[in-house]
């Protein structure tokens, strides 16, 4: 079975390549190359941008009369994707890099304009060296500065990745975890002494107003009697109480008296006579209820007796 993509050909033994004619074609024939967009570009017929890496189906011929040290300039026709306009651009192996010729602007590129600018620097230096032996002695002394000050740099760098190498970040969550709960807990403290504290001296009020209170409720203070049953106050006469606080408060107003036993003989007792007529009996008991005069004073503490027995009869 033969090879689908007959990668290798018969070569008869009789061959002879010096037989084959030689086809004379011109030095600038041109190819068609498959190549990506070297750099981004716009169109100058249409506006339409063209980004870096765009593919394209390019022609390519080589450059007549550009060579750069024994190296061959290639040139490159490629076509615009909106309005078909001819693009061309070739390499330049000095800057290895290519340039724009027709048909496009290159876009704005910060880092070749960068590269161009240190290299004129680099070569306004050198003419400078060139003609200055001074000038030589200062770009060396300012190279040295600065590369004491990148090598000071980089040792601070190693330090600290070495710092970091070495730190252990879970002790790290530990600790502080650990600060967290000290502070929680002597917050608490201090909340519980605030606490302790204003209780404290709430209570100390309190003391000194009990105190004062039980000074004053000591002096007219009065013993209860002593109740042998819960239902004992039921059973209790009120009738004691009011002519206590009676004879008190004559007692205050007037002066205290003395007993009944005294006032005895100031009082004349009712004696109980035979049932007599009407009349007689009517004076009798008029004459009975008013005592003997014995004297202004003596009737008039005898009055006083009598109406405080009167009193006291009637409240029984």
């Not at 967290?180 to 807990?185: L, N």
């Not at 006032?263 to 008013?290: C, D, M």
């Amino acid at each position: 079975m033969s090879e689908r993509k007959v990668l290798n050909k018969y070569y008869p033994p009789d061959f002879d390549p010096a037989k084959i004619p030689k086809l004379k074609l011109p030095k600038d024939r041109q190819y068609v190359v498959r190549l990506m967009a070297p750099f981004n570009m716009r169109c100058k017929t249409c506006g339409e941008y063209i980004y870096k890496g765009k593919k394209f189906n390019a022609r390519k011929e080589t450059v007549q009369n550009e060579v750069y040290l024994g190296l061959p300039i290639f040139r490159f026709y490629i076509k615009c994707t909106r309005c078909l306009a001819e693009i061309t651009f070739k390499t330049d192996p000095e800057n290895t890099d290519y340039t724009m010729e027709h048909g496009a602007t290159r876009n704005f590129q910060a880092e070749k304009l960068l590269e161009e600018e240190e290299k004129r620097m680099q070569k306004e230096r050198e003419e400078e060296e060139l003609n200055n032996p001074m000038k030589v002695l200062e770009n060396r002394t300012k190279d040295s500065k600065l590369e004491m000050e990148v090598l000071e740099n980089l040792q601070e760098l190693k330090e600290l990745n070495q710092r970091q190498a070495n730190v252990d970040f879970e002790a790290m969550l530990r600790q502080y975890k650990e600060y967290e709960e000290e502070q929680k807990r002597r917050e608490q403290e201090e909340d519980e002494q605030e606490m302790k504290a204003m209780l404290e001296e709430v209570q100390n009020r309190r003391l000194l107003v009990d105190s004062d209170s039980d000074e004053e409720a000591a002096k007219p203070s009065t013993k209860p009697r002593a109740k042998t049953k819960p239902t004992d106050i039921l059973q209790e006469d009120p009738q004691p109480q009011i002519k206590k606080q009676k004879t008190e408060s004559w007692e205050r107003s007037v002066g205290k008296l003395s007993s009944r036993t005294q006032l005895a003989g100031l009082v004349a007792v009712r004696k109980q006579k035979p049932p007599s007529t009407p009349t007689n009996s009517t004076e009798s008991h008029g004459a009975a209820s008013i005592p003997p005069a014995t004297g202004t004073s003596s009737s008039s503490l005898g009055l006083l007796g009598a109406y405080s027995d009167s009193e006291d009869g009637a409240s029984d």
